[in-house]
């Protein structure tokens, strides 16, 4: 595809399911970066990957939030046991780096993600 | 800690003027700043960005306007017409936008009326 695809594009889920989202990332870019944006409010930075390695997951608010590239390709942001305050729009963005060196990045649509 | 503070949150303006959108940073480390424009259900997508080493950079209707010494960055959207509604974000990082991330502001919903 031309751009960024992730899905499901919606998501209810009830307090305590697991959930998975996915995405993927325009064909041959190496980099990967999940956020997540809270209604009104800018992304923010959950976890980067370069091809297949976590590279920083500094902003996964808790243990219950797990990311995985396995082949460097598509990538799974999976979030256990949900609670009310995950609900949130979560995006994925991959990167390619222009010719001053800077990473630009492309969004997709995103997953909205609603926790009863 | 919010790092990038961005204002007004909301604009309203006529179509043909000139909407600004101002944000102001702390980290002396950021070296990229990008904005973004983001219509209702989709993400952001990059708008204009400019590194520190220059203090205007144009590209079509959007001008980026840069101050160093005052750690401020503005958003100026020439001739805007009402296709141009939609949230704004600045954002910021080190490294020219790689590993750490990007660090947005909070957004500024622009409404440009016929």
């Known amino acids: 595809g031309a751009g960024v695809s992730q899905s499901p594009r919606y998501k209810v889920a009830k307090r305590g399911q697991d959930v998975a989202l996915r995405c993927d990332p325009i064909?041959?870019?190496?980099?990967l970066f999940w956020y997540q944006q809270a209604l009104g409010q800018g992304p923010e930075f959950l976890t980067y990957f370069q091809n297949e390695a976590q590279l920083d997951k500094s902003g996964l608010p808790s243990d219950r939030f797990f990311a995985e590239r396995p082949e460097g390709s598509v990538s799974t942001l999976k979030i256990q046991r949900t609670q009310q305050e995950d609900s949130a729009v979560y995006l994925c963005?991959?990167?390619?780096?222009?010719?001053?060196?800077?990473?630009?990045?492309?969004f997709g649509s995103g997953t909205q993600l609603s926790v009863l | 800690q919010q790092q990038v503070k961005q204002s007004p949150q909301s604009l309203i303006v006529q179509k043909g003027g000139i909407p600004i959108i101002n944000c102001a940073y702390e980290n002396t480390a950021f070296d990229y700043f990008p904005w973004y424009q983001q219509f209702p259900g989709k993400g952001p997508a990059l708008l204009i960005a400019?590194?520190?080493?220059?203090s205007e950079k144009k590209e079509g209707r959007f001008t980026i306007s840069f101050n160093k010494s005052a750690k401020q960055f503005s958003l100026h959207i020439m001739d805007s017409q009402p296709g141009d509604s939609a949230t704004y974000f600045c954002?910021?990082?080190?490294?020219?936008?790689?590993?750490?991330?990007?660090?947005f502001g909070k957004g500024t919903h622009l409404i440009i009326q016929p």
């Open positions: 954002a910021a990082s080190r490294r020219g936008g790689g590993a750490d991330g990007l660090t």
């Open positions: 400019i590194r520190p080493d220059v």
């Open positions: 963005a991959s990167s390619s780096t222009d010719r001053d060196g800077n990473e630009k990045l492309f």
């Open positions: 064909s041959g870019h190496v980099s």
